[in-house]
């Protein structure tokens, strides 16, 4: 299993981080504060699902400052060589997910549950031994930097014995024996919890055939009450009948007087409805005299009112041409100033550019390029090819020179410059004689040159300055063709200005016609305001005898229905003083009929039944309440009598188990967690000397002792002594405590480690010693102990750590430094 990669997004000093990891030994360095221990947290946390608040107080601290959600991505490679990838947000909602790689991309697996998450990734990791792992993170495989020493320093012997037993899974023993003495004494409880109900409940069943013969006696009186109730039912049916027919005749007398006092006032109210109806009908006749003498007066009115209604639509016509004449009026002045300002613009702009255009020729005469210009710069790459060949030859002779000084120094002493030795061909000459002549001739030469490479320099200047000259004005003379454009738009825009102008003319003229044709139409409305004012008094002198007409048309229109209304009710009330008369006959032969004395007997025998028959009845109800009561109890008892039976044959079980526990807990659980503590200790106490021996350098022996304590074995003067973690320095504890944990580790079959500040206490010696055995392991040297872990992270500032690592990562607040070794 290996970590191929981190990103790091928005957590705590990394704001976009990303680091890759090589197989082995990884260490993470750089000044505090940098975020190394960020780089184990992160992995702790999306890897292996620890909690945020087990590094920070508040979960927002785990962010960059001022960032609202943050981001970790680790990479790994698993034993199938296959990739993937998982990924852990932070902040609110919380994701946490699992991609495979499949054809370069990456693709999430579905879970229902963080903890098929988690579950799924320590199957991955080879890490699904039933513990969280978060927490097999936080105790063995990534301590926190704090939590270093972690157990190992822990003073009680008990508390200590009860960490390492968590760590190494062999905890589940000694809490099962713990477990069970809770089992067994509630095993021994619940027996005489038992055994005391069963005790109260045989009590209560005790008074079973008492509770039985009370029952047998309340179903026998309840037959002889349910016979004296069917015997008195009988006769209260016999009296009811009697005592119906008098209710129903005293019923139709109450009716029938009330009928009587109904059609009684009936007959009054007509009365009056009558008077106040004949009243009505002599309104109606007077206000039908009334119409008739104003309808003449009513009728003129109303032709005056349509004749000053012609009149008012005449004066709306004439209103809307007046209105149209100012508005034709408005438009002839609006015109005529638009005329007038066009002529003057279209003017002043054909002057402008006439102007512009007599500029533009002038500035074109005065860009016309010369020959002699044009023939200097099109010279220009001959003049560079010179230059460049007069330069290649001071350069192969100044080559030559310097190769001539060179042997003239070494041949001063005679010395050949091929054989390193003594050369005979100058051993009587001076090197003067042979090199002097050869240089001065090269330096004439060079001078030479130097002259012409001057003066061909000054002419590629010359055609340098001639082409940017002919260029500029190149582009000059295209901007002037531009404008010359431009120039032309703005001419066909003014002819054009022209030609509307013309239009706008006959605008003009039409508009003025306009006015004149509509003023003329305005004098056949003269006179029409005199003739408005005349029908206006016409109409008032009518007002009245229209008012008059309306306000009695309305009764007089009424006549006829309210004659007949009256007639309806004169009808109606002679009907009401007929059916009177018979209803009081009819309640005259009710009254004969109906003897009150008797009635009031049968009502008094019709209460002396109901009561006896309701006390029968209620007698009954008793009865059987104190039937299903007694029913109840019976039934309770014999359930009782069963949980009696049931719970007798609960002790019985109680009692096998309880013999079953306390044979377990005396013969298996509370030995097996000390033989397999003492076995762990043993195989990791071997692999730990080994490892403690290369970084102390000593002929100490490191001894993982009961209750998981330190202690150090050596010969002082010929004596065995033995020195326990509180005896211990600095030094020695730190080398001891990282011993153990990579033995603890390989025992436990973790594949990566990390470790943060392993170094802390220890001497340069020591430190040198803990990298070179961080690399023996890794290698497999059997001296110290065979390779176990696929990769071993470190955060250290220690140099030592450069030589022996796979690859060192250096972490700044600016840039992240990568270091491959070997």
Known sequence: MQILSIQLKNIKSHRDTQLCFSAGINVLSGPNGAGKSTIFEAIGYALFGVDARDFVSNVDRFLSIGAKRGEIVVTFRTDDDTTWQVSRTVGTPSKWLLAKERDGAFEVEEHARIEETEARIAELLGLNNGRPLAEQFKLVIGPFQNDFLGPFVIKQPTKRQEAFDEILGIDAWRKTYKGTSSLLSALQEKMKVLAAEVAVKQEQVAVLPQKELELAGNRETAGQVEQQLAEKGGALKELEAALSDLDAREKAITAITAEVQLLEGRVKDGGEKIATQKLRVDEARKARTVVEQSRKGKESYDQAELRLAELRAREQQRRAIEHEIASLE????????????????????????????????????????????????????????????????????????????????????????????????????????????????????????????????????????????????????????????????????????????????????????????????????????????????????????????????????????????????????????????????????????????????????????????????????????????????????KRLQEEINAKQAKIRNYEEKEKLVKFLRNQVFKNVSAQLSERFREEITLRADRIYRTISETDEELIWGEHYQIMLRDLADGVLRERSDDQLSGGQTMSAVVALRLALLQTIGARIAFFDEPTSNLDASRRENLAHAFRAIDVGREEVTEHWYDQLFLVSHDVAFTEITDQMLQIGEESLLVTDAG
């Open 330 to 637: 408005k438009e002839a002045l609006r015109l005529s100033q638009a005329v007038g300002h066009e002529k003057v613009e279209i003017a002043q702009i054909g002057k402008q550019l006439a102007e512009e255009d007599a500029g533009l020729v002038k500035a074109r005469t005065d860009l016309q390029v010369d020959d002699t210009l044009r023939q200097t710069a099109a010279a220009l790459p001959e003049l560079r090819s010179q230059l460049d060949q007069l330069k290649g030859e001071r350069a192969l002779l100044e080559g030559r020179r310097a190769g001539l000084v060179e042997g003239k120094e070494k041949l001063a002493a005679g010395s050949c410059p091929f054989f390193q030795e003594q050369c005979l061909y100058v051993a009587d000459k001076s090197s003067k004689d042979l090199f002097s002549e050869r240089i001065d001739d090269l330096d004439r030469a060079m001078a030479t040159l130097d002259q012409q490479i001057t003066a061909a320099a000054h002419k590629v200047s010359e055609a340098e300055q001639g082409g940017k000259e002919l260029h500029g004005r190149k582009v000059r003379l295209q901007e002037l063709d531009k404008q010359a454009l431009a120039l032309e738009a703005r001419l066909r825009k003014n002819r054009e200005r022209s030609d509307k102008l013309a239009v706008l003319k006959e605008q003009q003229t039409t508009a003025v016609s306009l006015v004149s044709a509509r003023k003329t139409e305005l004098q056949v409305f003269s006179g029409l305001d005199e003739l408005i004012k005349s029908c206006e008094q016409e109409r008032i002198s009518f007002q009245a005898a229209r008012d008059t007409f309306n306000a009695h048309l309305k009764d007089a229109d009424d006549l006829e229905n309210r004659s007949q209304t009256l007639a309806k009710w004169q009808t109606a009330l002679e009907e009401l003083h007929t059916a009177r008369s018979g209803k009081q006959a009819e309640l005259e032969r009710c009254r004969a009929a109906y003897h009150s004395e008797r009635h009031q007997e049968l009502r008094g025998a019709k209460d002396r039944f109901l009561t006896e028959v309701a006390t029968c009845r209620q007698q009954l109800a008793e009865l059987e309440r104190n039937r299903q009561r007694l029913t109840e109890e019976v039934a309770s008892l």
